[in-house]
């Protein structure tokens, strides 16, 4: 079975830097899944080889966060898919892969007449990547940070 995780020289430059391009590492390759069983076996197989992983979303990060020297980084932007969203009218709740971005999953709730209570002020960031760095905007001040609002 041919292997998920890619080190072709091309895409481990993709993901060798960040938004901040002031931290640079090189990765022994870089898996891009589509599914749960993907991403399940790219995990799988790393623990197996005792190899680090490390996922990435949009790697709007500064300081080399979603950065990984000599192990997998897990491009996370694939799995971007909304699974069921709900809203009675004051309440709801969403559930989606954590590789969408905030934009993809505000224009659905507005289409439920909904809103996430905290929104970063850019969105082109992924669900995971701001939940893992915490995730703040305008709203903060009232609802918290993302990672607050997610079960
Ligand atoms: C122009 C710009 C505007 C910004 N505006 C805001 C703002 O308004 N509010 C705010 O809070 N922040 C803001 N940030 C910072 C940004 O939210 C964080 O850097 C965030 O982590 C970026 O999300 P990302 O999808 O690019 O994640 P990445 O940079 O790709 O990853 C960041 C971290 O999250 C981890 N990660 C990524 N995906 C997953 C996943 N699926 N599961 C688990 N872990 C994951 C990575 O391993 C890494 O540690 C901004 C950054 C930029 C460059």
Redesign the pocket.
Known sequence: MKSLIDDSKELIKTVST??GRVFYSQPKGCAIPKSLNDLIEVVKGCYDSQTPI?????????SG??LSQSGVVID?KQMNNIHDIEFDGEKGFIKAD??ITWERLIKACLEQKAAPPVL???QK??V???I??????FMSHLYGIQADIVD
């Open positions: 960040d938004f490390i996922p990435r979303g949009m790697s709007h990060s500064a966060q979603c996370m954590a590789g970063t002020d850019w960031l992924t995971g990547g701001t893992s760095t915490g995730g703040l905007g």
